[in-house]
Every structure is written in structure tokens, then in C-alpha cells.
């Protein structure tokens, strides 16, 4: 038997509570997700010596304000649940966000956390996504590597 509509949102939205509560304390950051725009076209004008000049069309995209707990060392437990563990290979780094209706985080999309978050602040790539939740999804679990620039 499905779960009514009405219980899922109330679900959604206490977990999205839950994150921004968090927020005021320690663990949980704020941060901007820049989702990955792979499909998109952009012009790009460059100089003579490739610089970009200006940027336009639909691959400039609008940053999603959202929130973050980062897991550098998870259990092996929950990485084996997500089906991520590897047996030669370290433990990766969880980011867990809430599950909202207007967005979805995908591979590439980069994670922003400001500095003033503390020591976890940095940009971040997702390699690998998945909604997490006991019958109804409330969080996204991602996969996250810090971004080398």
C-alpha cells in the first residue's frame, strides 16, 4: 500500500527542519549546489589569448540554496547499504542533503560551502547519488570528493 501524498510532503518538510535546526549548531552547513550542466549549450566568446570574454545562453546556471552534513568517515555499515563499498579501496565521503521537490543533485554537480561554515568549506563534486529513507525518500546520500582546482 502506498504512502498518501499529504504524509510524504509532512516527511520531506520535517526532514528539511531537521537539516536547518542542525544548522544553527554544529555538523550540518549551508551551502549552494551548482547542478551539473551537462545538457546545456553555452556561448562562450574568448580572446586572442583563449581567455572568456563573456558567458551566455542556458549554461549559466542559478546556484540552489540547500543545506549539507558531510560524513568524512562513515560507517561501513551505511556505505555497504548504499552500495558503495569497495573492498580494496577507503571509505568515501558522505554528503547528506534534504530532498526537496524543485531540484535533484546529479554526477558533476559541484557543492559550495562558504568558509564561514568551518573546516569542512570548500566546493565539492558529486560522483554518485542516491535518495535515502525507510519507504519514502526524505535525504539524498552523495558521494562526495573535494574539488581540486
Known amino acids: 500500500m ?5 504524509i510524504v510532503k509532512r516527511l520531506r518538510k ?3 527542519r531537521a537539516f536547518l535546526k542542525l544548522s544553527r549548531g554544529r555538523g550540518v552547513s549551508r551551502c549552494k549546489l551548482y547542478p551539473a550542466s551537462s545538457g546545456n549549450t553555452k556561448i562562450v566568446q574568448r ?3 583563449h581567455d572568456i570574454i563573456e558567458e551566455t545562453g542556458p549554461g549559466k546556471i542559478e546556484p540552489v ?8 568517515a562513515p560507517p561501513i555499515k ?3 547499504a548504499l552500495g558503495w563499498y569497495k573492498e580494496d579501496e577507503g571509505l568515501p565521503m558522505i554528503g547528506y542533503m534534504p530532498y526537496e521537490d524543485h531540484w535533484i543533485p546529479e554526477k558533476s554537480a559541484i557543492i559550495v560551502v562558504p568558509e564561514e561554515e568551518g573546516y569542512l568549506a570548500g ?3 558529486i560522483e554518485k547519488e542516491t535518495a535515502y ?3 519514502v525518500s526524505v535525504l539524498w546520500a552523495c558521494n562526495i570528493v573535494p ?3
Do not use: A, E, M
Not at 2 to 6: A, L, Q, R
Open 133 to 135: 529513507g525507510q519507504g
Open 78 to 80: 551505511v556505505v555497504k
Open 14 to 16: 520535517s526532514s528539511y
Open 2 to 6: 502506498p504512502i498518501k501524498d499529504s
Open 47 to 49: 580572446n586572442l589569448y
Open 65 to 72: 540554496d540547500t543545506f549539507i552534513f558531510i560524513d568524512i
Open 147 to 149: 574539488k581540486r582546482i
Open 123 to 125: 566546493t565539492w563534486v
